[in-house]
């Protein structure tokens, strides 16, 4: 792990420690991982941080992150807010039926189409817009997270060895259960829903790159935090700073936020507005299915040979020789599609030559050492697609990904 900008000096043997606990926290940063949300990255939410700064004892970057490493909250409940702004145009739901197809999601194809609660794809409409999400947890072992849609809502419960997706617009079921214990259970869907879970992400990218400081105090949800601020010491990323608002008593995460290098709003923010540390109640985590619902047992759907399988696979053999080129802030993730002719055209049919039609229409035309190709941007995240088929994507600029096609001829 890389040194974190102090005013403070450290011995070599309390750098040992230090770099000890920067690994315990990327590994136990989220000792709730409350199940689901499939959202790459989260817009500003000014509500979330109530005003005025409060007077807290100070610390240093190396105390912060040990206090988040020490952090033994297993038990809360709340409300978390979270949005998503890419910059990106509407796609009027185009998406949301690549996603789905790729998933093996409602609209994949085949005799099976999956069913609307099935968590891999229910959770795909949050990578844009702002929702609304109440979080709870006990254990690992225990947690429940509830989409609030207008009218609807979609709930995720994780209890014991069974999983449970309820989507109540659709009165439709998925089951499946963990293969782990019933205490320890392995997740079925682990990925970010917390503040804690982008806050691993994050620690887990300090390294000799990245300055780490402390940006003050702030309070969210009611509570008193300090803010932990890390930025990229490289040119070439389009990270400005994270900050995370870590909880001065519990050093729990209560907010994560991304803002860009090229300024204006978050691209990733995602926060409490209400949070508890007391033990939900066991009834929390309970679900029988509603009478009346469709219930899809996730084995049936993973045993249907057309229930994504083919969109898995296609993705992944695209995906052959992947390379990770860079270091730091400005890795560059790299892998040919082995498809001549660069994005897809229309002649590819249904929507993945819509997607290619979308994506050229907007992208950047660039040429260099390696030929031509199409840069497609975000807010964020910025890919490279050539005409002889490779592609060149990471959270960089375009200068970036071009100097990097070059250097690979």
Same mark, same amino acid.
């Given at each position: 792990?890389?040194?974190?900008?102090?005013?403070?000096?450290?011995?070599?043997?309390?750098?040992?420690?230090?770099?000890?606990g920067?690994?315990?926290a990327?590994?136990?940063?989220v000792?709730?991982?409350?199940?689901?949300?499939?959202?790459?990255?989260?817009?500003?939410?000014?509500?979330?941080?109530?005003?005025?700064?409060?007077?807290?004892?100070?610390?240093?970057?190396?105390?912060?992150?040990?206090?988040?490493?020490?952090?033994?909250?297993?038990?809360?409940?709340?409300t978390?807010?979270?949005?998503?702004?890419?910059?990106?145009?509407?796609?009027?739901?185009?998406?949301?039926?690549?996603?789905?197809?790729?998933?093996?999601?409602?609209g994949?194809?085949?005799?099976?189409?999956?069913?609307a609660?099935?968590?891999?794809?229910k959770?795909?409409?949050?990578?844009?817009g702002?929702?609304?999400?109440?979080?709870?947890?006990?254990?690992?072992?225990?947690?429940?997270?509830?989409?609030?849609?207008?009218?609807?809502?979609?709930?995720?419960?994780?209890?014991?060895?069974?999983?449970?997706?309820?989507?109540?617009?659709?009165?439709?079921?998925?089951?499946?259960?963990?293969?782990?214990?019933?205490?320890?259970?392995?997740?079925?869907?682990?990925?970010?829903?917390t503040?804690?879970?982008?806050?691993?992400?994050?620690?887990?990218?300090?390294?000799?790159?990245?300055?780490?400081?402390?940006?003050?105090?702030?309070?969210v949800?009611?509570?008193?935090?300090?803010?932990?601020?890390?930025?990229?010491?490289?040119?070439g990323?389009?990270?400005?700073?994270?900050?995370?608002?870590?909880?001065?008593?519990?050093?729990?995460?209560?907010?994560?936020?991304?803002?860009?290098?090229?300024?204006?709003a978050?691209?990733?923010?995602?926060?409490?507005?209400k949070?508890?540390?007391?033990?939900?109640d066991?009834?929390?985590?309970?679900?029988?299915?509603?009478?009346?619902?469709?219930?899809?047992?996730? !084995?049936?759907? =993973?045993?249907?040979?057309?229930?994504?399988?083919? +969109?898995? #696979? @296609? /993705?992944?053999?695209?995906?052959?020789? *992947?390379?990770?080129?860079?270091?730091?802030?400005?890795?560059?993730?790299?892998f !040919?599609?082995? =498809?001549q002719?660069?994005?897809?055209?229309?002649? +590819?049919? #249904? @929507? /993945?030559?819509?997607?290619?039609?979308? *994506?050229?229409?907007?992208?950047?035309?660039?040429?260099?050492?390696?030929?031509?190709?199409?840069?497609?941007?975000?807010?964020?995240?910025?890919?490279l697609?050539?005409? @002889?088929?490779?592609?060149?994507?990471?959270?960089?600029?375009?200068?970036?990904?071009?100097?990097?096609?070059?250097?690979?001829?």
């Amino acid at each position: 792990m890389a040194p974190i900008d102090s005013d403070d000096n450290t011995t070599a043997g309390e750098g040992e420690e230090l770099r000890a606990g920067r690994r315990k926290a990327a590994r136990y940063v989220v000792p709730v991982a409350v199940m689901g949300v499939a959202a790459a990255t989260i817009g500003l939410v000014p509500a979330l941080a109530d005003s005025g700064d409060p007077d807290l004892p100070k610390v240093t970057a190396e105390q912060l992150i040990e206090k988040i490493a020490k952090s033994d909250v297993e038990q809360l409940s709340g409300t978390v807010r979270i949005s998503t702004d890419l910059g990106l145009p509407d796609l009027g739901g185009l998406e949301s039926g690549l996603m789905s197809g790729m998933s093996g999601g409602p609209g994949s194809g085949g005799d099976d189409e999956g069913s609307a609660a099935d968590p891999s794809a229910k959770l795909t409409e949050l990578v844009s817009g702002s929702h609304t999400l109440r979080v709870a947890a006990d254990g690992p072992g225990r947690q429940k997270l509830s989409l609030l849609e207008n009218a609807a809502e979609y709930s995720l419960i994780h209890n014991g060895k069974d999983v449970w997706g309820y989507d109540s617009k659709s009165n439709e079921v998925y089951h499946s259960t963990t293969s782990g214990s019933a205490e320890r259970p392995e997740p079925e869907k682990d990925v970010p829903a917390t503040p804690k879970d982008f806050a691993d992400q994050a620690l887990k990218a300090v390294d000799d790159t990245t300055s780490v400081t402390v940006g003050g105090t702030a309070q969210v949800a009611g509570r008193d935090a300090y803010r932990l601020v890390v930025e990229p010491k490289q040119d070439g990323s389009t990270v400005g700073a994270i900050t995370v608002a870590v909880d001065a008593e519990t050093g729990t995460p209560l907010k994560f936020t991304l803002t860009p290098a090229g300024g204006g709003a978050a691209v990733v923010d995602v926060g409490f507005t209400k949070v508890s540390f007391a033990k939900p109640d066991a009834s929390t985590f309970d679900f029988t299915p509603p009478k009346g619902a469709k219930v899809t047992e996730g !084995d049936e759907t =993973a045993k249907a040979p057309e229930h994504g399988r083919k +969109a898995e #696979g @296609d /993705l992944a053999g695209g995906m052959d020789g *992947l390379e990770v080129i860079g270091e730091g802030w400005n890795s560059i993730a790299t892998f !040919d599609t082995g =498809a001549q002719g660069g994005l897809p055209t229309a002649s +590819a049919g #249904g @929507d /993945l030559g819509a997607l290619g039609g979308f *994506l050229g229409s907007f992208g950047d035309q660039v040429k260099g050492d390696f030929g031509s190709g199409t840069v497609f941007k975000t807010r964020l995240v910025n890919a490279l697609i050539t005409d @002889d088929g490779k592609v060149y994507a990471g959270a960089v600029t375009k200068d970036a990904l071009v100097k990097a096609a070059d250097a690979a001829k």
